[in-house]
């Protein structure tokens, strides 16, 4: 297995060596001020510890979309300062991340010290996989390190091409994100289950069809349930569903039945005239959805079931929330599903691995996020790989230089 052949920097003599590290700091920003550090924070024990080890470590990112050219509201120059904040010491700043700029910065560092070099997304070879942007990268470091899973699913210069041009690692959080995943994809403790809700059968079809080729139980929550019942000829009133995508859901079930995965569907739902804050919402059986009423949620039955079927596996993947749970009392169903598996993730009975923006999103507004097993923040990088795609930044690291 190609990915057994990944290695950190452990061991390796990074003294005096620049190190160039890969990673994500595409954080939010509200008026020049850092709103969410926590993937920063999550960066911090990493880059502390090549200082440490005597590295002169430079870190390099994207930053937002720039249209391939110089953009002030683009720049990482602050998120540099708040980098600084929380290593407790200054970093340095490059105003160009190639170059004489880049160059300068990187030859006045000193072992032990740390910079940020300007977004990648400044030159249009960075998402280009351009070898000859990644050679001017190559130039300003000795060693790489890719430590931004979250950009893995994109070939660009700084994840793929480098890896080709430099002796190449893959970093901490790298390594702790396709643990996770390997653990409760490849090597999971039987029986397994996925939970997998969110709005659209169709942006998910990758991974349902892969997932029951892997998982022993599949839950469906969320709109995606909708074109599910459909399919089965039930009544689902204004809800929101994809009627195309009905026969692909009919499929998904003959396949799955196939592979013994066992689908699960909710038992029960919350239906409501409008998806709106204070809409009037009242629990149906799924056979009884009013027509003039959506269904946002699913109901105490279905909560019941998903917590008994969680409960009798050892293993847990979950993307994507189980109702509209932006608006009350539409998440109440993706909640209580996320507390019961936190509940026996702390009690040491389950693995529970999670990923996706409106999951993490969804787990936040629970307030569990800390009690899962591994939660990823990655959205794309953690799709296709529940997808069972080859993530060429991942690869390229396996493959080494
Ligand atoms: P996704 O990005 O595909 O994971 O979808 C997440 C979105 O699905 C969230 O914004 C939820 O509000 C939405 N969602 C979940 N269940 C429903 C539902 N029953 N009806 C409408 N939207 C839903």
Same mark, same amino acid.
């Given at each position: %297995?190609?990915?057994?052949?990944?290695?950190?920097?452990?061991?390796?003599?990074?003294?005096?060596?620049?190190?160039?590290?890969?990673?994500?700091?595409?954080?939010?920003?509200?008026?020049?001020?850092?709103?969410?550090?926590?993937?920063?924070?999550?960066?911090?024990?990493?880059?502390?510890?090549?200082?440490?080890?005597?590295?002169?470590?430079?870190?390099?990112?994207?930053?937002? $979309?720039?249209?391939?050219?110089?953009? /002030?509201?683009?720049?990482?120059?602050?998120?540099?300062?708040?980098? &600084? $904040?929380?290593?407790?010491?200054?970093?340095?700043?490059?105003?160009?991340?190639?170059?004489?700029?880049?160059?300068?910065?990187?030859?006045?560092?000193?072992?032990?010290?740390?910079?940020?070099?300007?977004?990648?997304?400044?030159?249009?070879?960075?998402?280009?996989?351009?070898?000859?942007?990644?050679?001017?990268?190559?130039?300003?470091?000795?060693?790489?390190?890719?430590?931004?899973?979250?950009?893995?699913?994109?070939?660009?210069?700084?994840?793929?091409?480098?890896?080709?041009?430099?002796?190449?690692?893959?970093?901490?959080?790298?390594?702790?994100?396709?643990?996770?995943?390997?653990?409760?994809?490849?090597?999971?403790?039987?029986?397994?289950?996925?939970?997998? &809700?969110?709005?659209?059968?169709?942006?998910?079809?990758?991974?349902?069809?892969?997932?029951?080729?892997?998982?022993?139980?599949?839950?469906?929550?969320?709109? %995606?349930?909708?074109?599910?019942?459909?399919?089965?000829?039930?009544?689902?009133?204004?809800?929101?569903?994809?009627?195309?995508?009905?026969?692909?859901?009919?499929?998904? %079930?003959?396949?799955?039945?196939?592979?013994?995965?066992?689908?699960?569907?909710?038992?029960?739902?919350?239906?409501?005239?409008?998806?709106?804050? &204070?809409?009037?919402?009242?629990?149906?059986?799924?056979?009884?959805?009013?027509?003039?009423?959506?269904?946002?949620?699913?109901?105490?039955?279905?909560?019941?079931?998903?917590?008994?079927?969680?409960?009798?596996?050892?293993?847990?993947?979950?993307?994507?929330?189980?109702?509209?749970?932006?608006?009350?009392?539409?998440?109440?169903?993706?909640?209580?599903?996320?507390?019961?598996?936190?509940?026996?993730?702390?009690?040491?009975?389950?693995?529970?691995?999670?990923?996706?923006?409106?999951?993490?999103?969804?787990?936040?507004?629970?307030?569990?996020?800390?009690?899962?097993?591994?939660?990823?923040?990655?959205?794309?990088?953690?799709?296709?790989?529940?997808?069972?795609?080859?993530? /060429?930044?991942?690869?390229?690291?396996?493959?080494?230089?």
């Amino acid at each position: %297995m190609i990915l057994d052949k990944l290695k950190t920097t452990a061991g390796v003599d990074v003294k005096g060596k620049r190190v160039l590290v890969r990673a994500d700091l595409n954080v939010p920003l509200k008026e020049g001020k850092v709103t969410d550090a926590t993937r920063l924070e999550r960066l911090v024990p990493g880059l502390r510890d090549l200082a440490d080890r005597g590295a002169k470590v430079i870190v390099i990112s994207h930053f937002g $979309r720039p249209k391939g050219g110089p953009a /002030p509201e683009f720049s990482l120059k602050p998120v540099a300062e708040e980098l &600084g $904040r929380l290593l407790g010491k200054p970093v340095a700043f490059a105003a160009d991340c190639i170059g004489a700029p880049a160059v300068a910065v990187v030859t006045a560092l000193k072992p032990g010290q740390v910079a940020v070099l300007e977004n990648l997304r400044f030159h249009k070879g960075e998402e280009k996989n351009d070898a000859g942007f990644a050679a001017e990268l190559a130039k300003i470091g000795d060693i790489f390190v890719g430590d931004a899973f979250s950009t893995a699913h994109r070939a660009h210069a700084s994840t793929e091409a480098i890896t080709h041009l430099m002796p190449s690692y893959a970093g901490p959080l790298m390594m702790e994100e396709i643990d996770a995943l390997r653990t409760a994809l490849d090597k999971p403790k039987r029986p397994t289950v996925a939970v997998v &809700g969110g709005a659209k059968v169709s942006s998910k079809i990758p991974v349902l069809t892969n997932l029951i080729a892997k998982v022993d139980k599949l839950i469906i929550g969320g709109g %995606m349930a909708n074109t599910f019942f459909l399919a089965q000829g039930v009544e689902i009133g204004k809800s929101l569903a994809e009627p195309d995508f009905a026969k692909t859901a009919l499929q998904i %079930m003959h396949d799955a039945k196939a592979r013994s995965c066992e689908v699960v569907l909710p038992h029960d739902v919350v239906v409501a005239p409008k998806f709106e804050a &204070g809409a009037p919402a009242k629990t149906v059986g799924p056979l009884e959805t009013p027509a003039d009423q959506m269904i946002l949620d699913v109901g105490p039955k279905t909560i019941a079931h998903y917590a008994d079927v969680i409960g009798r596996c050892h293993t847990l993947l979950w993307n994507g929330p189980l109702g509209a749970f932006e608006i009350a009392p539409f998440g109440e169903g993706t909640f209580a599903v996320a507390r019961e598996a936190a509940k026996l993730t702390k009690a040491g009975k389950l693995v529970s691995v999670a990923g996706g923006g409106d999951t993490v999103a969804a787990l936040n507004d629970a307030g569990v996020t800390d009690q899962f097993t591994y939660v990823s923040t990655a959205g794309g990088a953690f799709l296709e790989w529940l997808e069972g795609r080859e993530l /060429p930044g991942v690869t390229a690291l396996a493959r080494g230089a």
